[in-house]
């Protein structure tokens, strides 16, 4: 079975600090990679994916993620982060060997930005 | 554009009643999943339609939970005799067919078990 693993489970940055965000995940196979974000009181959303291609993806609100496949990993990047980057991320994989596609989600990690 | 749409937001109720959870997706989206997320467990995966074929039940913890799709659209999860673990929000993601369709979330329902 897959899992995936987020690092840190609270991050505290002031504004303007750099964030990376540890994900790894155990599968052998073809994986597409997702970030999702959660802000207070709002749904999950999109942040970013990976199905295949450049391994480095960008995503909305600067926010950008390197697929690295010998560590399996796909770590969240930002280079400047702000007030309203406060919000809890996932990460979650996705394989091809499950029929029903579901994702498969870290626990979480929630970010909280000092302004 | 609509999106995935949740009923209710919150639900609370006593301890061995039946809920039933509503999910209406995205128009067109064929997939539809069902999530829950609970404290010390995170998002885990309980059921998935997909069009007409049979759902992947996988998921489910325990009998006592059950989801149908009517008309390939909106979707019911029930929970029987629920008990306090159950508590938890319940999420609904829908999506196009297929691998490579990312899946978009809806609001979820609070649920609270007395």
């Known amino acids: 079975a897959q899992s995936v693993s987020q690092h840190n489970h609270h991050v505290i940055l002031s504004e303007a600090a750099s964030l990376e965000l540890g994900c790894n995940y155990s599968y052998g196979g073809t994986v597409n990679l997702f970030w999702y974000v959660q802000y207070p009181g709002q749904h999950l959303q999109l942040l970013l994916k990976?199905?295949?291609?450049?391994?480095l993806v960008k995503g909305i609100k600067g926010f950008e993620a390197e697929f690295i496949k010998s560590k399996f990993s796909f770590n969240l990047r930002k280079p400047s982060v702000q007030w309203s980057d406060t919000a809890e991320y996932f990460c979650a994989v996705q394989s091809s060997g499950a029929g029903s596609y579901q994702l498969t989600f870290g626990k979480g990690t929630k970010l909280s930005v000092i302004p | 554009g609509a999106g995935v749409s949740q009923s209710p937001s919150n639900k609370v109720t006593e301890k061995g009643k039946d809920v039933e959870l509503r999910c209406d997706p995205i128009?067109?989206?064929?997939?539809l999943y069902w999530y829950r997320q609970s404290l010390g467990q995170g998002l885990e995966f309980l059921i998935y339609?997909?069009?007409?074929?049979?759902?992947?039940k996988s998921g489910l913890p325990s009998d006592r939970f059950s989801a149908e799709r009517t008309g390939g659209s909106v979707s019911t999860l029930t929970i029987q005799r629920t008990q306090q673990e159950d508590s938890a929000v319940y999420l609904c993601?829908?999506?196009?067919?297929?691998?490579?369709?990312?899946?978009?979330f809806g609001d979820g329902t609070r649920l609270s078990i007395l």
């Open positions: 128009s067109g989206h064929t997939a």
């Open positions: 339609f997909q069009g007409n074929s049979a759902p992947d």
């Open positions: 990976y199905f295949s291609g450049d391994p």
């Open positions: 993601a829908s999506s196009l067919l297929g691998f490579n369709q990312p899946q978009h």
